[in-house]
């Protein structure tokens, strides 16, 4: 079997390469390198075809496609921050590079996409949480807008071409070879301020909260999202609780044994307040469940993230 994976050597995506691999898959990574690393995905590299190119270039992704049955969708301009000054670039990456990875997936006979999208932001604040698949969607930035458009051009392809997708709305994952730069991620960034002696920095009051969710977890939900073929289509997958900013910087002090005051800084416009995600759905269409702690992811990144440059 052979799969496509966007944005394969990014945080997310390469380690789903790894575990595509692992299970003794062929892999064709397409990705851009604005975000992803190609040492990420240097140890699965004898069984995955590079290609470096962007999801919006025609041409390219005719060309990478070719005889391949599953499609994993990670390929994305991920910041919250970054829609919100330029909504115009999130569209064109995210709509526009989604419809064209769609079009070809029709043209090519693909069998199935596992699209990425995110429980963090298509909901945007809710009423009521924790929020399930069936609330309502109202995001509250163009990240939020955009992530959940594809999930209606998805029900569209199926509709027209019988197209069989699955949607996965991502919490906040974090993990092993996540950026503090190059990706949104508050665990990353504040593992690298105080691995460098800095104290964090939470924006707004430190009181908003997040669905954590370890990334080898999400790697394992797309597995399972690979056997699904039924209905409903749409997933939640965090951890199913609620944990705010303040909480993960009390975690990371005492995880790491580094004594340092947080700073704190205006709030930012689009992000979400508060979010816990419903994961009961997948559970009992999928059979998938989190099995990493808060306290066992934080500590298998901070033991990865000692061991990279410092200017990580």
Wanted: hydrophobic share 40%; net charge negative.
């Amino acid at each position: 079997m052979r799969a496509l994976v966007t944005g394969g050597a990014g945080f997310i995506g390469s380690h789903l390469v790894d575990r595509l691999v692992g299970e003794g898959w062929d892999v064709v990574v397409l990705d851009n390198l604005s975000a992803g690393k190609m040492g990420n995905i240097s140890q699965s590299k004898d069984r995955v075809e590079m290609v470096v190119g962007d999801i919006r270039d025609r041409s390219t992704v005719e060309k990478v496609i070719d005889g391949v049955q599953v499609v994993f969708h990670e390929a994305a301009q991920v910041n919250v921050r970054r829609s919100v000054e330029d909504p115009f670039e999130d569209l064109d990456i995210n709509v526009h590079g989604s419809l064209v990875l769609l079009e070809e997936c029709v043209k090519a006979g693909v069998e199935k996409v596992v699209y990425a999208s995110s429980g963090g932001a298509v909901y945007g604040d809710p009423p009521s949480i924790p929020a399930s698949e069936e609330s309502e969607t109202n995001p509250v930035s163009p990240y939020g807008a955009s992530k959940l458009m594809v999930e209606k051009y998805l029900e569209c392809y199926y509709e027209i071409y019988g197209l069989d997708y699955v949607v996965l709305r991502y919490g906040n994952v974090f993990g092993p070879r996540q950026d503090p730069f190059g990706e949104a991620g508050v665990i990353s960034i504040f593992l690298s301020q105080v691995l460098k002696w800095e104290s964090p920095v939470i924006f707004g009051d430190g009181f908003q909260t997040r669905d954590f969710v370890f990334v080898g977890d999400v790697v394992e939900a797309n597995m399972k999202a690979l056997r699904y073929d039924s209905f409903p289509r749409i997933f939640n997958i965090g951890s199913g609780l609620e944990t705010s900013v303040n909480e993960i910087f009390s975690t990371i002090i005492r995880i790491t044994g580094v004594e340092l005051p947080p700073k704190y800084g205006p709030e930012r416009k689009g992000e979400v307040k508060r979010i816990v995600l419903d994961i009961s759905r997948a559970f009992e269409k999928l059979g998938w469940a989190p099995k990493t702690s808060l306290d066992e992811g934080i500590k298998k990144t901070w033991e990865w993230m000692q061991k990279q440059p410092l200017n990580i």
